[in-house]
Nanobody, 124 residues
Framework: VQLQASGGGHVQAGGSLRLSCAAS????????VGWFRQAPEKEREYVAT????????RYADYVAGRFTLSKDNAKNTVYLQMNSLKPEDTAVYYC??????????????????WGQGTQVTVSS
């Protein structure tokens, strides 16, 4: 599976961005697609996950209610709609895919395939 993340940019606090994660090479029907982020000098942290089959979603507490996952089956693409952005959301965002046990959705090591990352910068 090859993943291509896009959609990052520079916005003011309170603004919105929509990230995309386009997959190729294999159907995602047996996978979950997750988003992780890494800010400068910080460790990578979990953001959100969607299970392709059925569309179940999970969110980290610090993005719940502001970020929303969706998918387009025909395009094999996952979207992360980010609203009410805060300066602390500034990071490189990575999408990842894995055939994982659902209870392990927040563990980055459970994801086998990773995209290249897209920069999100939120200024105050």
């Amino acid at each position: 599976v090859q993943l291509q993340a896009s959609g990052g940019g520079h916005v003011q606090a309170g603004g919105s961005l929509r990230l995309s994660c386009a997959a190729s090479g294999r159907s995602l029907s047996n996978y979950a697609v997750g988003w992780f982020r890494q800010a400068p000098e910080k460790e990578r942290e979990y953001v959100a996950t969607i299970r392709w089959s059925g569309g179940s979603t999970r969110y980290a507490d610090y993005v719940a209610g502001r970020f929303t996952l969706s998918k387009d089956n025909a395009k094999n693409t996952v979207y992360l709609q980010m609203n009410s952005l805060k300066p602390e959301d500034t990071a490189v965002y990575y999408c990842a895919a894995g055939s994982l046990i659902w209870s392990s959705y927040s563990y980055s090591e459970r994801y086998s395939y990773w995209g290249q990352g897209t920069q999100v910068t939120v200024s105050s």
